[in-house]
């Protein structure tokens, strides 16, 4: 499973983000450095094909996949030289395979910016030079351990080249395979939300960031905890965790027994044993072969036996690889 931290200045919104997405409860509050270390908590994600399968299967039990998100404490400026904790919060981030960046765009007096004013631009700028420097760091660090042993000519001119043409907004995904045991912030994928009014993001998407969302955080969550509100608006949380799971390119498929119905995420390209492993470890190990229908067609005939005798339902072995709305089932 991708760990994804949260990333951006302090009072930005990522607590609050925490607390929309998951039921874990944080701490909010009105200054700085509220988060001292990472929040961890999972966010269940209720797409509609889940819930029309559920419809059909009537169980007991409704499970929906989940992603894990890490709020990261708040980064400023000097946060590389190891300014408000900056190194430590740096290596939280480090350990997270995908980073989405929470940017504030909303005006309160009683919610403090450590910057004196709301600036969106300025403030990714801030976070963006701050990883830059960070990771110029550990590749100064690697070249000269490099350069005083005398050998492995080919890294340190892969180093040295990085060390000349890294800039903020600069990625080299051409280099990420070679660049992978360094861990470096670069070499993740990125993406944005803004948080409070929306403006045009243009401005933006030629920047580093694989996609750009935008989502007034504490009105959603006022929708979530106020029932009137909800008949009133359509909570986009939903929206953006279904549509964040394609982005960070996972797949979803289902299974289902007399007692659960479940859905699960899986790395797109994963084959049907990295699925089985993900139901029950046993599943990998005893698995003989699978049966798997898609389910808009299993929405349509709307039984498992039925769809079998109209063979809908395939039979496949080791070798399959997973695709988006496969229902499975594992033999053993």
Partial sequence: M????????????????????????????????????????????ISE??????????TKELTPAFLEFVDIPGLIKGSHMGLGLGNEFLSYLRSCDVILEVVRNFKNEEVLHMEGDINPERDILIIEEEIIEADKRIIEENLQNIQKKAKDKEKAEL?????????????????????????????????LIINGEEIDIKKFQNLCFKRIYQMDFKFELEIEEDESLKKEFKSQKSIFLNQFRK??????????????????????????????????????????????????????????????NKGEIMIVGKDYIVKEGDIIKINI
């Avoid at 009072?11 to 874990?24: E, I, R, V, Y």
């Avoid at 094909?49 to 009537?58: A, E, Q, R």
């Avoid at 995420?265 to 798997?292: M, P, Q, T, Y």
């Fill in 2 to 45: 991708k760990k994804i931290g949260l990333c951006g200045l302090p009072n930005a919104g990522k607590s609050t983000l925490l607390k929309l997405l998951t039921t874990k409860e944080v701490e909010i509050a009105n200054y700085p450095f509220t988060t001292k270390k990472p929040n961890i908590a999972i966010a269940l994600v």
């Fill in 49 to 58: 094909k889940l819930l029309d399968l559920y419809k059909i299967t009537c």
């Fill in 159 to 191: 180093l040295l080249k990085l060390k000349n043409e890294i800039k903020p907004f600069q990625r080299f995904p051409e280099l990420n395979d070679a660049l992978k045991e360094y861990n470096l912030l670069i070499t993740k994928d990125w993406y």
């Fill in 247 to 308: 982005d960070i390119n996972f797949i979803e498929f289902y299974t289902f027994t007399k007692e659960i119905t479940q859905s699960w995420f899986l790395e797109n390209g994963s084959n049907i044993l990295e699925a089985a492993r993900k139901i029950h470890s046993d599943f990998e190990k005893k698995f003989k072969s699978a049966e798997v229908i898609n389910i808009d067609k299993f929405l349509q005939i709307k039984d498992w036996t039925e769809a079998k």
